[in-house]
């Protein structure tokens, strides 16, 4: 991050978001329910947790033909990415349940999908829905050298060939988190003092990550060895498994900021943003498949990123009900509502946004 934080605008003489958070108030209100999940959203739970750990049982108990043993694996990491988005992304947030310790629980499930919840607060709490899409402050446009995802980023040659080969690196998220990511991100974010919530004893947070990192390789590789399967079958299935996953979470995130109609303005001499946070996420994100009901079921309401952006206190099972307030307030303001009909249009815009800032950039 850079040093100077960005201040965001506090000008809106219209009084945006004062008059749509009133009116999704009042929606909660008047209907009498709650912010938090339901019976829906623990309905969920129980499918994405029986797709991650069905399979599991099954491959670890019972003597499966090969191709059985690869399907398998490739639903565990449906399973992962579903529990990812649907479970384990709500309660850290603080939205899946009204009880703290349901959504401390629920969100300690990122310890069994490779990540820690300490680090994903960070990052994806405090810096990306802070900082959305604004370079050096929002990580999840940082891909190093590898790939240019902004155009303020620095090009390099092998950004030519970006749309070719970016989506094939998408699968390696978790794979990364598994391995390395999380103890940069301790190092610096401990560093750094950065923390959603209460600042964290670093020495509780480091032992708290190892033993974290333990149990999970004992779940995913040291059990499976136990039980009779080889090195490399191990490897092979853990390589699917996360390669699954991260192409599945990576593709969703993308869709939702790298994108043709998103904005990924920097902040002046000064520091300063031009608008208020609330019109920043109404610039910079985008929806998409906001009638395909699959879509929306699977990706925990990840589709509908603008509605999670503005409210993310409030659970994802609802977003459908709010997107209309959100919708006609914007447009009564006269402010941007990206979307895409199908998830298939927002794909092939995120292939082409990638060819667009995969070429060299024109010197003023």
Same mark, same amino acid.
Request: charged content about 15%.
């Given at each position: 991050?850079?040093?100077?934080?960005?201040?965001?605008?506090?000008?809106?003489?219209?009084?945006?978001?004062?008059?749509?958070? /009133?009116?999704?108030?009042? =929606?909660?209100?008047?209907?009498?329910?709650?912010? &938090?999940? !339901? *019976?829906? @959203?623990?309905?969920?739970?129980?499918?994405?947790?029986?797709?991650?750990?069905?399979?599991?049982?099954?491959?670890?108990?019972?003597?499966?033909?090969?191709?059985?043993?690869?399907?398998?694996?490739?639903?565990?990491?449906?399973?992962?990415?579903?529990?990812?988005?649907?479970?384990?992304?709500?309660?850290?947030?603080?939205?899946?349940?009204?009880?703290?310790?349901?959504?401390?629980?629920?969100?300690?499930?990122?310890?069994?999908?490779?990540?820690?919840?300490?680090?994903?607060?960070?990052?994806?709490?405090?810096?990306?829905?802070?900082?959305?899409?604004?370079?050096?402050?929002?990580?999840?446009?940082?891909?190093?050298?590898?790939?240019?995802?902004?155009?303020?980023?620095?090009?390099?040659?092998?950004? /030519?060939?970006?749309?070719? =080969?970016?989506?094939?690196?998408?699968?390696?998220? &978790?794979? !990364? *988190?598994? @391995?390395?990511?999380?103890?940069?991100?301790?190092?610096?974010?401990?560093?750094?003092?950065?923390?959603?919530?209460?600042?964290?004893?670093?020495?509780?947070?480091?032992?708290?990550?190892?033993?974290?990192?333990?149990?999970?390789?004992?779940?995913?590789?040291?059990?499976?060895?136990?039980?009779?399967?080889?090195?490399?079958?191990?490897?092979?299935?853990?390589?699917?498994?996360?390669?699954?996953?991260?192409?599945?979470?990576?593709?969703?995130?993308?869709?939702?900021?790298?994108?043709?109609?998103?904005?990924?303005?920097?902040?002046?001499?000064?520091?300063?943003?031009?608008?208020?946070?609330?019109?920043?996420?109404?610039?910079?994100?985008?929806?998409?498949?906001?009638?395909?009901?699959?879509?929306?079921?699977?990706?925990?309401?990840?589709?509908?990123?603008?509605?999670?952006?503005?409210?993310?206190?409030?659970?994802?099972?609802?977003?459908?009900?709010?997107?209309?307030?959100?919708?006609?307030?914007?447009?009564?303001?006269?402010?941007?509502?990206?979307?895409?009909?199908?998830?298939?249009?927002?794909?092939?815009?995120?292939?082409?946004?990638?060819?667009?800032?995969?070429?060299?950039?024109?010197?003023?």
């Amino acid at each position: 991050m850079k040093a100077q934080t960005p201040t965001f605008s506090r000008n809106d003489p219209a009084k945006f978001f004062r008059t749509l958070n /009133k009116r999704v108030n009042n =929606y909660f209100k008047e209907n009498n329910i709650k912010k &938090t999940g !339901n *019976w829906k @959203l623990y309905f969920k739970a129980f499918v994405m947790f029986s797709l991650l750990f069905g399979p599991l049982i099954l491959v670890l108990s019972l003597d499966l033909p090969t191709w059985a043993e690869i399907v398998s694996m490739i639903i565990i990491g449906i399973g992962i990415a579903g529990v990812g988005m649907n479970v384990m992304h709500d309660a850290n947030h603080g939205s899946f349940s009204s009880k703290k310790w349901v959504n401390k629980l629920m969100g300690s499930s990122i310890h069994i999908l490779a990540g820690n919840d300490y680090n994903w607060k960070v990052q994806h709490n405090v810096l990306h829905h802070t900082y959305t899409n604004i370079q050096g402050h929002d990580e999840d446009i940082d891909a190093g050298r590898v790939i240019r995802f902004s155009r303020h980023a620095k090009w390099f040659k092998i950004h /030519k060939y970006q749309k070719y =080969y970016a989506f094939f690196l998408y699968g390696f998220l &978790t794979v !990364n *988190w598994a @391995l390395t990511t999380d103890f940069k991100q301790t190092y610096h974010y401990l560093k750094r003092r950065l923390s959603y919530g209460e600042f964290p004893n670093p020495v509780t947070q480091w032992t708290k990550l190892i033993v974290g990192k333990i149990i999970y390789y004992s779940i995913w590789v040291v059990l499976p060895l136990i039980l009779g399967y080889t090195w490399w079958q191990v490897l092979l299935g853990f390589f699917i498994m996360h390669y699954t996953a991260g192409i599945i979470l990576s593709v969703i995130f993308q869709l939702a900021h790298v994108m043709p109609n998103t904005d990924m303005p920097l902040p002046d001499d000064n520091g300063n943003i031009k608008n208020t946070w609330a019109i920043h996420q109404l610039f910079t994100t985008s929806n998409f498949s906001p009638k395909n009901w699959l879509v929306e079921f699977y990706t925990g309401g990840l589709n509908r990123q603008v509605e999670h952006h503005l409210f993310a206190n409030i659970s994802h099972i609802h977003y459908r009900k709010i997107a209309k307030i959100v919708k006609e307030t914007a447009k009564e303001f006269s402010l941007p509502y990206n979307e895409y009909n199908s998830i298939w249009k927002a794909i092939a815009e995120h292939y082409r946004q990638l060819k667009v800032l995969g070429e060299k950039p024109v010197m003023a």
